[in-house]
Each structure stands twice: as C-alpha cells, then as structure tokens.
C-alpha cells in the first residue's frame, strides 16, 4: 500500500527533522564557540539528506498511488499535505535552487559588513541579484502551483493566503492606523502628563528573573516536562513538539524586556506542545504556518501579556521573584508604551503593522518588476514619510537594508507578522463572546478555558486547513480588520 | 577513484555520527524529560540510517579498488582502518544482529528490576541466552577476523588486542597485587594511626566546584573554546572532538568526587579535542579504541590528578575556590584511599585491578564454554574470596549482577579498563625518562611538556596503529606489568 510507504518514509525524515531541530537550537545554546565549523558541515549534511529523502521521485508515484487508495478522513488530509509539500520542494529546479543558494549567501553575508557601514551603493548589486532569482523564483513556483507570482510565494509561509483577500483588509488598517496613530500619541503624552512615566528601575538578577520567566511559563501553561528555558543572542522557540525549547536574553537593568520575550516564545511553544502526537512524523502535524504560528505568540505576548487584567494577576508574581511592588498605573505605561521608530523589530503593537504594510506593498511591487531595486530608497522613504513621519533617505541601512530578509530572499513573508497580529485579535474577540470571563480569568491567573479554546480550535488541528479556513473555522468569520483595529482603540484610544 | 568515494562517503558518516553525539550528549544534560521517547525514536532511526550507509555492499567493493589504487600513506592507513571497520560492521547476519539485540534488551531490562531484588535465579535463563549468544558472536567474528573467539570479541575494543598476550601481563600483576594488597592496607593502617583522618567536611556549592572544575580542565590543558562542562547523573565525555561534551555530578558535602570526575574525563576529552582533524571523517581519525581511551583519562585522574607533586600546586587552587585550606597531609590520605570492596566501580587503585581480572578470567571461561551461567555464583564467590578476601555468594546482586555490562552482551570490554591503568603507568614512566622534570612540572601547574609527549605519541596518531603497536611506539616496549606496579609500590607501598 503506497500510504504505508509514505507513512513509513514520514518517521525516517522526522528523525533527520528532530535531529536538525535539536542541533539547531544547541547550535544557539549549548555549543562551545568553536563547533560551529563541524557544526554547520554536519547540519547541511543532514539537510541535504532530508531534502533528497523528501523529494525522491518515487515519492510522487506513492502520493498518486494512494491518492486512489481508499483512506480514512485522516489518512486523506495526510495525503494532501504531503501533495502540498512535495510540490512546495520540487517545483524548483535544483540547478536554479543552487545559483539562489549561492547568491543568496554572498548577498547575506555583504549585507552584515554593508549594513554596519551604511553603504547602499555597495549592496546594491547584490540586492539586484537576489530581486531578480526571487522573481524567478515566483515564476517557477507561480507555474507549478496554478497561482499568481506573489501568491506562490506566501504560499511557502501561510497556504491560502493570496493578495487578492489581504489587501484591502491592510488597505482597511493602513487608513485606520494612519488616522489612529497621531491620536494614540497624543492621548499616551496627555496621559504621561497628568501620571508621568515611573521607571522601573533597579538591578535584577538573571537568576531571578529566570525564575519568573519559568513561573510565568508554566502559569500560562507551559509544560515543563516537555520543554525548557534557556539562553540565547536572540530569543527563540526551537526543539521538536515533545522538548520544545525556548530562550530569552537578559538585562539586569530591565526585566520587562525578557520576561515579554519569554511571553511571546511561550506562545510559539504553546502550539507547538499541542500539536496532535499523531501526527507528528506527517506534514500533517505540523504547526500550520508562520502567520497562525505569530498569532499565537502575540495571543500569549499582546491579547494576554499586555492586557491590563493579566497584570492584576502578573504584578504579584512579579513582586514575588523580584521584590518590588508596582502598581498598574506603574507598569502599563511601560507595557503599552507607542513610539514612532523607523526599525520593524522594535516597533509596537501600533506602529508594527504600518511598517508591515511598507514591506508587503513594496516587494509586490518589487516581486512584479513595477519597481527596480536601485529605486528602492526613494520608495522606502516616501512611505515611510507618508505611514510614520520618518525620513530613511540619508539611512539606508535603517531604511531598506534594515534587516536581512530581503538580502536573504525571503519575500512574501512579511505580511505574515500582522496577519498574525490580526489573527491573534480575532481570536481573543471570537474566544470572549463564548467566555466572557476571560478577563476575569486572567486576572486569577486561570488560563485553562482560554487554553482549551486555543487547543480545540488551533493547536489540534496542525496543518489541517488552509491558513484562512483554519480561521474560519476557529472564529466563524474570515480574516476581519475590526478586531484588531477595535483591540488597538480600547487598549491605546480610550 | 574509489578513495574519493568512500571519502565522500566519510564526510556523510560524519554528519549522522555529529548528530548522534550531540543528541546523545543533549540526553544526558539538557533534554527535557518527556522528550525521552521520541528522541530515542529519532536517534535509533538516524543510527539505522547510519548502519545502512556504512555497510552498504557497494563499499566493499570500493574499498577492494581503492586498496589497489596508488595512495600515499595517511591514504593507505585510512583504507586499512575502514576497511578493519566494514569487516566488524559487516560480520555479523542481520538476522542475529536482530535477535541478539531482542536478547540484550530483555536482559537489560530484566537486570534492572532483578538486581534490585538479588534474584539471580529469576535472571539466570536470561543470562543464559545472552552468553548463548555471544558464543554464536564470538564464532561468528572469529571466522570473519581469522582470530580465537575471545580475541574476536576484544578486537571491537581495541584492536590488536590478544589474550596471549594480556594472560601472561595480568598474570604477573595478579601475582603482585596479592600480595601487595594486604601490605598497602597495613601501610595505610599503620600512617592513619599515627596521622589520623582529617575529615574534609564542608558545604562546597555547586557553582563554586564547577568554577574549580573549570580552572582545573582549562589548566590541565582542556580547551574551553572547543568543548564544555555540564552535570549528568553519571559522568561521562561525549559530543565531537571540535565540542567535547563533559559532565560531572555535585555532592556539597564532597568536593573530591566531583572534581576527581572531572579530571577523569578531562583526560578523554583531551585525546578526543586533539585527535588529527584532516582525518575527522575517516575511521582513521577516531580515538585508537577503549583501553587506549582509559589510558588517556587514567593518565589525567590517576597518573597526574593523585599524584602529590600535582597537589602541591592544586591545594592553593581549590583554596581559592572553596576557600579552605587543606595540608597535602590532610588531603592525601582520601586521594590515596584503598580498600576492599565488593563493587568495581567504586574501587582504587589497587584493588580494581583484581575486580578486572576476576571478570576476564570468568568471561574466558564462560565463551569457551568451560563455564556454565549457573556456575557463575560460585566460580564468582571462590575468585572474590582468593582475590580480595570478600565472599559474594549470599549476594549476586553485588556478585555476578554488579553491572550491566554482562547483562548487555559487553564480553571481552572488560581487560580494557585494567589494560588502561597499566597503559597511562607505562606512558608516565616513558615520559618520565624523557623529561625528569615531570613532577616538578606538575608541582608549578604546567602541564605544557606532559601534553606536548601525548600529543605527538598518542592523540596525533588517531587510529594508526593497533592497541599494542600504538603502546609500544610511544614508550618503547610492549605491555610491561612492571610500570604499573612499581607505581601502586611508590604511590601504596612505601
């Protein structure tokens, strides 16, 4: 039976895929500095044997074959995933995948030196080089998945998701954020003028703070037994479902900062904890993709860990490991503090999405041949002077040369970050019309029903709907701006 | 070429080996508990993976080609080592390799609950068809390696290895050892009357032993930049030679365990970091095999770590550290404690010999089949009482069902474990003769001459040379009992 075989073949790359895993986040943790040569040889070793294991051509032949095989509902969606997958591998030519491996790497590697530098004009080559592989890339991927270019391209991150729906919802939420902006400004500086801003200050030591990271995880229902905490450059949540493994970074001077990134990895390895067992040795089983994956981070991270009824809870907890007693009014200036800026990565939950937006209409621009690289800046500069206020022309390298996606070739994948920002406030307005006392648990620290309600709804159902239709089915609506923009109106207009 | 094949072939080797090195180092230490089952399903996939590429029938042809092919020497040399490999890989059906494994993990398993309860006849048939099959092993590899079956089984340890050889060696130490041993207790009797005990009692935290730890392997010459220092149930050196992962567990009420723990396996990690790196992908440049691994950590603990030169510089360290200052009198006396025992790995110096001995005499017997399983007890009892004065014969648990080695299937692994004590002697009394100046070297904390002898005579040469021959190029001469003895005389008798 061809499902056996695919069933069979699924456990042997699941062991390369936990070996990948783990070493990946050893790499970041545990590692002696000097293991990183061997490191690296053994990793792309292994990925190498994955990927011929995954995309042998017999595989094709046994996809088709039990395709025709009378299979449960089940084994069906296994098959359908692997469909997806397969194509997803195989439709780029390994020729092409090797001259963009290559390009792509040279255009990293520049962009750390260029960047540090600000040189523009040096990367540009490069940059060119990489914007005309991805528009490769799109057509082939375009042609293999019946899809448009840009499409084909997000399809790798979120399946389902297409231009087409996306873009009036951030058309939606550009307006409303270009009008909200100024007035969420204007109320924090009245607010800080009438309370002004506390600092938390003091010296924390990362022994304790630990300890807080690691009760607040296992508060929130983090399962200690089946991941742990560690330290890393960047936080991130790595490992395999059964170990996950999530880091933070820590400064003595401020605890905030690490205990929001332990919120935020929580929520990643919350899905992942709660993938169905299962199915884990099938693409089935895996979370569903990089926009639902951030809704669930910003779920634990914003809709929970910047929600004024969780600090009610979180403050004692805090006081607890620290030994210092602030009141509300103390801390959620700091936790919902707004600040025009021009970098992504330090951006809040309000003016996050505006540089999103910059991003998913300029590389469809860029992705469509409507825009060339050398005019990039300009471009860059005049959104962001329309969405912010802000000027990159003399600042490249915090305008387009800000962080490495594009010099990596990552394209289609920035929308994703506020689509699971949207998503996650979807989620937390379809959660309280069935529990309206979720802000009341929170306020106990009881986080079980809304957990039960993210199990049932999300965690469970691993790659088993598209992007949107996992959406759909968990809030009974399609993706709809309203819940976000209402979420930033009671949290930051009110 | 066919070098250039199984040369390509390493390189993949070596990636499937880094991966199970760190996952099974990451086991050990930092693996989250529930990760337990799935690791291990990933490791026993990736170890099949492994089996499969390295016995692939395609490679013994490439090797008959690449033995004919015109090589340089280190070429040649890489040959002859895979070519011993695939031979001892390949020896055995995989039809027994199958039931001997079902067998061994019976037994295993059935150990741990029996030992608990001293029930050997509950455990008796189990270790009888593990010993059945080891006969079958040992003729299986006996016809494959043209050697005797014993010889057979030893050469998977450390090849060259021959009971011919080793009979008449153990024999003459034996001899020695009981006779010394009474004397080296009355000795001891007779300095603690007159120079009593000195407890050294204390609470020593754990982050204070693990800094001394770490100065201790950085000065004995660990390099902190390829490998690490982490705690595991029971000690070990695992990772890869560019990261050695070494472990150690805390008592705070002892100091001395830990850190002797950490000497002993500094001393394999050092071998594993400074073995040839061009050869890291070749059977060639692994570590020369169990007796000559022993040798290396016993050169560190034994050799160096219990020598009073070596305390002359160490007590200030530890002072340091722990803040406590000890005489080398008080300090000796527990570094240089003898003592009969019934547990093997819990004896010294000098009484561990004889428990190696017993077990090689007992498992000669028993895969020649002039010793039957259920004679075990009492052939046990009668060598325990001659050797070291103990009868175990009301306790098997303690007896023939000390450890698991026996249980597992691990016959012919013992004589390495002595075979290395006798090693590290014969290599400090060769080193000595070459630089007289090794205690007082060792007396200032310079350990810059004593590496520098290892490093050209034994961790350069990787897999070079058989056990022996690799003995007798670095000091001289073969297997001389003389080294080890005078030794224990000095350090025990005097």
Redesign the interface.
Known sequence: MSFQKLDDLG??L???E??LA??GA?EA???????G???A???S??AG?LHRQATAPEIGDWIAAAEAEPLNDEQQAAVRELRRQYTNLTCLPAEFVERQTVARMRSEQLWRSLRARNDWAGFLPALEGVVALVREEAALRAEALGLAPYDALMEQYDPGNRAADITPVFAELKAFLKDFLPRALAMQEARLAKHPLKPLSGSYAVEKQRELGLAMMAAVGF??????L?VSHHPFCG??????RITTRYKTSDFLSALMGVLHETGHALYEQNLPKGW?HWPLGKARGMAVHESQSLFVEKQIGRNPAFWRWALPVVEKHLGEAWSLDDILPHVHHVERGLIRVDADEVTYPLHVILRYELEQELVAGRLEVADLPEAWDAKMRDYLGLSTIDNPADGPMQDVHWPGAAFGYFPSYTLGAMMAAQQWAALTREHPSADADLAKGDFSAVNEWRRARIWSQGSRWSTPDLLERATGEKLNAVYFTEHLRKRYGG
């Open positions: 456990h042997k699941e062991a390369l936990h070996a783990i070493l050893d943790t545990h590692m002696a500095v000097g293991g040569e061997k490191r040889e053994a990793m070793s292994l044997m399962d200690l037994t089946h991941g742990s560690s490992g395999v479902p059964t170990d996950v884990s």
